[in-house]
């Protein structure tokens, strides 16, 4: 059943469209990654599921209802969306007992919610004294706070250390398995492979795909290497129905669209010995960039023209 | 609502921005007040009349306009605030409801701004009854006026802070709200007041003195106290009206 939904979410920012017809579920109980490189719709997407921008078209509802619907938000879902949201000269004890008390829930959750992301020995420290990672935590914490069924993470391994990274690795995991539902976006794929049931890619506002990360590469280009002097029969036999062939030496060719298996039998009948071959499955980064066509030079370019 | 009263109640405790600019409007205060006494009846067109007179001493317990500009001033910092420091994103995730959040604020703010009032008007009339009667001089002023006066000046800065929290929800800047609110003061009520006299009483700021004992310039009445207190509650009600639906409208990104 899905705890959350987009659909046919519009939000246009002047003459920017920032989000572009985009729909997607998110099951309960899942861990799902929202990816998408930045400025795709990401921040935007989730400020509109929770009820912070206004959607120009479409919905975005939690359990049903959006998040202006649902009564004492902060019981049902927690959320992290930036990490400088915070009165710089507050403590991180004090921003807690606020948000308690805004959402009605007992002061005494402030001290778990502090333990749980190690910060209770700092707790009393001003948040402007606070490294990028430390306000991460208090975000996490603040999230928390509800003890809510629904997390909402945006980036939220920004500015974490390798060990932070680990540590916030782990509790989304642990999340999960206490069966919450957490929607957590990231630009980088790698950082949320390890802890993601499924994704949703988004790019430039619109959906790219939303499958299971093993689906995700099963379905990814390959690239079978082949090294055999029959070099040019071998392609001319290959080379159609969507079969690429790039011809990288006299006797080595690169074939996309086919698999390994299919290019052995086909040089089997023509009897073209294949001295060598390989195959690059596609790691997740590539299928990233294959999908949102935004490689890291595309990327550059992105940030430049923005 | 009540809950949302005390969290931001909660929200002014926890910082020290209240207490510093309260202590400023006090000090401010205090510091006019006293070079006020000090060089009543003295020489020089700027000098209040002397302390014997009505005149002296209602020019001095008066000098409670400091405080009124501070009190919108805080109601500014209670409202931009949130956006200088991008909490406005945790507040609304807390309480969706962007309106009880604006209503709670503007409450609030208007209930501290009552204590600047407090402050400034028990600093105007203990350091002008002490300078009067070290002079030597009976007080020329009635008790009622004195109450009068003070009332004025507590209820004004209450209003004015409210006032402040609407346009601190309109211009999101802090320092542009700031710096606007300065330049309505000093500026367009001096500039609007004194090119056309008539509109003097119903200006905010200069309605909120006129509450506290202020003279109008240029021989023009000041409205009656119910009247300039009904005046200037009614801006402040439409200004956060009108901040209220632009709040509900706007996108926090």
Known sequence: MSVIEVHELTKQFGPVLAVDHLSFEVDRGTVVGFLGPNGAGKTTTLRTLLGLVKPTDGRATINGKAYLELADPLRHVGAVLEASSFYPSRSAWNHLRVQALAAGIDPGRVEEVLELVGLEGTARRKVEEFSLGMRQRLGIATAMLGDPEVLILDEPANGLDPEGVRWLRELVRGLAEEGRTVLVSSHILAEVAQTVDSVVIIDQGRLVAQSSLEALTAGARRVVRVRTPGAQELAAAIGHDGVRVEHVAADRLEITGTTPERVGMLAAELRIPILESTTDAADLEDVFFQLTAAGPDAHAEREVSR | ?253
Do not use: C
């Not at chain 2, 002008?128 to 008790?143: D, I, M, N, P, R």
């Not at chain 2, 802090?174 to 004194?194: D, K, N, P, R």
């Not at chain 2, 003195?209 to 310039?217: D, N």
């Open chain 2, 1 to 253: 609502m009540i809950r949302q009263i005390r969290t931001e109640l909660l929200k002014l405790r926890t910082i020290r921005l209240p207490l510093g600019l309260l202590a400023t409007a006090a000090g401010l205060t205090a510091l006019v007040t006293i070079l006020g006494a000090a060089n009543a009846g003295g020489a020089g067109h700027m000098a209040p009349p002397p302390l014997d007179t009505t005149a002296g001493v209602t020019n001095l317990l008066s000098r409670t306009g400091f405080a009124m500009l501070l009190a919108a001033v805080f109601g500014v910092t209670v409202s931009s605030g949130e956006f200088r420091h991008d909490t406005a994103t945790a507040t609304y995730l807390a309480t969706p409801n962007r309106v009880r959040v604006l209503a709670a604020k503007a409450i609030v703010a208007a209930g501290v701004g009552l204590l600047f009032g407090l402050v400034a008007s028990a600093l105007t009339t203990g350091i002008t009854l002490a300078f009067v009667a070290a002079k030597g001089y009976a007080v020329t002023v009635s008790g009622a006026t004195i109450a009068r006066f003070a009332a004025g000046a507590v209820l004004g800065s209450g209003l004015l802070a409210a006032i402040g929290v609407g346009v601190g929800s309109l211009i999101r800047s802090q320092l542009a709200a700031i710096v606007a609110v300065f330049l309505w003061s000093f500026v367009v009520e001096q500039v609007v007041g004194g090119l056309f006299n008539s509109t003097q009483p119903y200006l905010p700021f200069t309605a909120a003195g006129t509450m506290a004992g202020s003279a109008l310039g240029g021989g023009t009445s000041a409205l009656p106290f119910a009247v300039a207190a009904a005046l200037v509650a009614g801006i402040a009600v439409v200004v956060s009206g009108v901040a209220a639906r632009t709040t509900v409208q706007a996108d926090i990104a």
